[in-house]
Structure formats: structure tokens, C-alpha cells
């Protein structure tokens, strides 16, 4: 019987009981948000095969194409020259939609328990992931079919990040929360590798399949999520993650009448389960403008803006750069274009390292986003001089592009979901990772835009407009990075005068 257990074994057991509940959920959210990531990616290796030079293709004995047509085997209605505007118009319908989607997304995520509403998510994307793929079977060549059901597939996609970031916040607190989300967050990176390498197979015979596959495992990923995901640590009887401060004062603080009567240490753990229940039921969904007003919020938004127009330029166009510059087949540049995935993962980690280290989340993202504009610039002056060269500026790259990216959208997120200022209210987080991803998605459906706009008067053009983003992002980050130097000042001095202190002593 757990009464008759010395306090100290029960403690281990508990402890124990509470790490594999809180690894189970890493897992569960890590394979959601990778099924969700590998669904988006077939689409930018999928471009070099709707539209390609068709003089290298030998044409069937029966065809009755002239020698000299350079476009027969061309996917119709992007057979044209104007086919760069047209995949961009079939990038941004998605884009923009999950932009528009995740303003409102955060709110439904809100007040919808997080396993029913992300196992609807992950059903819609993977019929409308598929369904762009039937149209390789069904033999449709109107845009219209292909525009309208990434505008559909965008919307659902949005159930996605707002209610990963939430469940995880729900089960970690704020310690070390940069290395945890740093290491979760690479299944953004791990599900684009996914997605490329399962498009690849298929894309030089029946580039349906493509999308077909990854949208059937996004759906039955759905399915799981609705027998396995668990939303609160209290819902399996698991103590719940200390967000700010020490529990220590926290003890020491009066009763709040808001949220009822306060927990302490003598408490069993019965009635720490049941407060922290009735605290939890209180709070009310903070509103949008709310959210706004919490320090921080407005500065990492429009950061993460032009960080993510970089970072899905890269995502949406890169294997199409790579085939045009180097010539490559569409399944070898989307192989290629996967090391500046795993770039992210390690940029992503190291982000989230770094940061929990020197206690400065705004000034690890500005020095990586510094460092970031001058490695694209050479990436595309003599990344394509060797295969070596080219496979270590791509590493570099994406892990220079996608760590603030992978900071903002995870650590940041969850620090301003959780900020002191909302005194406890976790209902906060969906709505705060909503507006942060949701002005993100404003700059990743205007940079593969900008990118199908620019390409074709040189890809130069496009990286200079990579680069202008990306210092753009960095210098509104400037007041932040200011207020955490002043801050390790202010820190520095203190430990001074303890030390001056100690040796008075």
C-alpha cells in the first residue's frame, strides 16, 4: 500500500512513475507534429516533376509529340512558362490559409479538449494531403482543384502546433525547457526529411503517391492520438510542472481567493491532484489582445515573421534550386535538400542549449540570424562548386536559418505562454503559440510567394531578398537583446556583492 512506503521510496517511484508519463508524451507530440511536417513536404520535391526539361525524357513509341516539344511530359496546368507562378500560387493557397487559420486556431485550442481536437486535424490533412495526390490518378489538370484543396489542407494544418506547444507546456516547467523543446522541436526537421525521402520514391513514375502515402500515415497517427494522448498530468494522477519561481515562496504567498484555496507541502497527494484541479478550472481563456500585451509577444511575432519566410523559401524551394543550378534529377535534389533539415535539428538543439545556458532566448536567436546572412549569400556563390561543399554549406545553413525559428516557435513560445505577468493561467499558451506561429505563417506564405515571383529574373535575386529578411528579423529583436544584457549586468553586480559580502564575513 503507498501509506506504508518510507517517504523516500514513494518519492522515487513517483518521480519515476512521472518521467515515463512525461517521455511517453514527447514521443506521442514529436511523431504528431513529424506526421503533420511530412505531409507539407511532397510538394517542393513533387515541383521538379510537374515541370522539367523533357528533351532529356525519351518519349513513348505511340507519342505523337513533335522531337523539338520540350514540354509533353509536363504535368498540365503546369506545362506553361509561366509554371513558377503557378506552383507559387499552389505553394501560397496553403500558406495563406494556415496563416489566416492559426490566428483563429489557438482560440478553438482553447476551449476544445487538445486529443479530440488534433485527432480531427490529423484525419482532415491526411485525406487532403491524399487528395492532391488522386488528382495524379484521377488525370485532373485544372489549377483550380489543385489551389482549392491546399487552401483546405492549410486550414485543418493549423490544429497542429498550438496544441503540441500547449500539451508539452502542460507537462514541463521552465527549467531547461531550451534544451527539451530544442531536441522535441526536430520533428519539424525530421518530418520535411521524411516527406522528401517518401516523395522521392515515387516522384519519377507516379508522383501521386507521393502525397497519397504520407497522407494515410498522417491519418492513422490521427488515429492514434485519440486512444493515447493524455492532455494533463493530473488527468493520470502525475504531479503537475512548476512554471515560475521557487515552490518555496510559492508556499509563502496568501490565498488567492480567484483560484481557491492554496496547495502546500503536507498535503497528500490526493489533494494536491484535487487543488490543482480546481486551480486549473478557474482561469478563463485569456483573449486575444490579452495575449498581445504580454511582454515579449509583439517582438518574437514579427521576428518570426521574416525567420520563417526564410525558412519556408528554403522548405517550399530549395530541391527546384538545387535541379535547376546543378542539374540534378528531382529524386537526387530532394535527397540533397534534407541536409538542410538536419542542419535544423542541430541548429534547433544548439538553440535551445545555448540559450537555457545564458539565460537569453532573444540574444541566442539575433547572433544565429547574424551569422545566418552571410553563410546564404556564399551558399549560393560557391555552394554549388563541389558536392562536398555543397553537402557542408547546407548543414551550416539550416542550422543557422532554423535554430531562432525553432527556438521562437517552441521555448519562446511556451516561456510567454506561461509568463508571471498571466499569474498561472495555462489556458494562455494555446492562444499565445497561436499569434507567435500564426505571424510567422504571414512571412512563410510570403516568402515562397516572393520566391516564385523573383526566380525568374535569377536566383541571385531571391537569396538577396533571403538576406534582407533575415536582418530584418535580427534587428527587432535589438530591444530584447538589450533588456537581457542589462539583466546579466544586474545579475553580475548581485553576485559581486555577495561575494564582497562573504569574504567581509
Not at 488534433?118 to 491524399?130: E, R
Request: proline residues 4%; glycine residues 10%.
Amino acid at each position: 500500500m503507498r501509506s506504508s512506503l518510507a517517504p523516500g521510496i514513494w518519492f522515487l517511484r513517483a518521480f519515476s512513475r512521472d518521467s515515463k508519463y512525461r517521455a511517453f508524451i514527447l514521443l506521442i507530440t514529436f511523431l504528431i507534429y513529424t506526421c503533420y511536417h511530412m505531409s507539407r513536404k511532397p510538394i517542393s520535391v513533387v515541383k521538379s516533376r510537374l515541370h522539367h526539361n523533357c528533351s532529356e525524357v525519351i518519349q513513348p513509341v505511340n507519342s505523337t509529340h513533335s522531337l523539338n516539344d520540350t514540354t509533353w511530359c509536363n504535368w498540365a496546368p503546369f506545362d506553361k512558362s509561366n509554371y513558377k507562378e503557378l506552383l507559387g500560387a499552389v505553394d501560397n493557397a496553403f500558406l495563406v490559409a494556415y496563416a489566416i487559420g492559426m490566428f483563429i486556431s489557438g482560440i478553438f485550442g482553447e476551449r476544445l479538449p487538445l486529443r479530440y481536437y488534433l485527432t480531427a486535424g490529423m484525419l482532415l490533412s491526411g485525406l487532403f494531403t491524399s487528395l492532391f495526390g488522386l488528382g495524379y490518378f484521377w488525370n485532373i489538370h485544372v489549377l483550380w482543384y489543385f489551389v482549392l484543396v491546399q487552401i483546405f489542407n492549410g486550414l485543418v494544418q493549423t490544429t497542429g502546433w498550438p496544441a503540441v506547444v500547449s500539451c508539452v507546456g502542460n507537462w514541463f516547467g521552465k527549467g531547461k525547457r531550451g534544451l527539451i523543446m530544442g531536441i522535441w522541436n526536430s520533428h519539424t526537421s525530421v518530418g520535411n526529411i521524411l516527406g522528401s525521402l517518401l516523395a522521392g520514391v515515387w516522384v519519377d513514375q507516379q508522383w501521386g503517391l507521393s502525397f497519397v502515402v504520407p497522407g494515410v500515415i498522417t491519418a492513422i497517427m490521427g488515429v492514434i492520438t485519440f486512444f493515447f494522448l493524455i492532455e494533463y498530468p493530473e488527468d493520470v494522477d502525475c504531479s503537475p510542472p512548476q512554471h515560475h519561481g521557487n515552490p518555496e515562496e510559492s508556499q509563502d504567498q496568501p490565498e488567492d481567493p480567484a483560484n481557491g484555496p492554496s496547495c502546500n507541502k503536507e498535503s497528500s497527494l490526493e489533494s494536491a491532484v484535487t487543488c490543482s484541479k480546481e486551480a486549473s478550472a478557474q482561469p478563463s481563456a485569456i483573449s486575444f489582445f490579452g495575449a498581445l500585451r504580454i511582454p515579449g509577444v509583439v517582438e518574437f511575432s514579427l521576428c518570426l515573421l521574416f525567420a520563417k519566410l526564410v525558412s519556408y523559401t528554403f522548405l517550399y524551394w530549395l530541391p527546384l534550386y538545387i535541379s535547376n543550378v546543378v542539374h540534378f534529377t528531382a529524386k537526387e535534389a530532394g535527397d540533397l535538400s534534407t541536409l538542410f533539415d538536419v542542419g535544423g535539428i542541430i541548429g534547433g538543439i544548439l538553440a535551445g542549449l545555448v540559450s537555457d545556458y545564458i539565460n537569453g532566448r532573444a540574444t541566442t536567436c539575433c547572433v544565429m540570424l547574424i551569422l545566418a546572412a552571410p553563410m546564404m549569400f556564399l551558399y549560393n556563390h560557391v555552394g554549388q562548386r563541389g558536392i562536398g561543399i555543397s553537402i557542408v554549406m547546407l548543414l551550416i545553413c539550416g542550422a543557422l536559418v532554423n535554430g531562432p525559428y525553432a527556438l521562437i516557435t517552441t521555448a519562446v513560445s511556451a516561456d510567454l505562454g506561461t509568463h508571471k505577468s498571466l499569474k498561472g493561467n495555462a489556458k494562455a499558451l494555446s492562444t499565445v503559440t497561436a499569434i507567435i506561429d500564426g505571424t510567422g505563417s504571414i512571412g512563410a506564405a510570403l516568402g515562397p510567394l516572393l520566391a516564385g515571383l523573383i526566380s525568374p529574373t535569377g536566383w541571385n535575386n531571391v537569396f538577396y531578398m533571403l538576406i534582407a529578411a533575415d536582418v530584418l528579423a535580427c534587428l527587432l529583436l535589438c530591444r530584447l537583446v538589450y533588456k537581457e544584457i542589462l539583466a546579466w549586468k544586474s545579475s553580475l553586480s548581485k553576485d559581486r556583492g555577495s561575494n564582497v559580502a562573504l569574504t567581509h564575513a
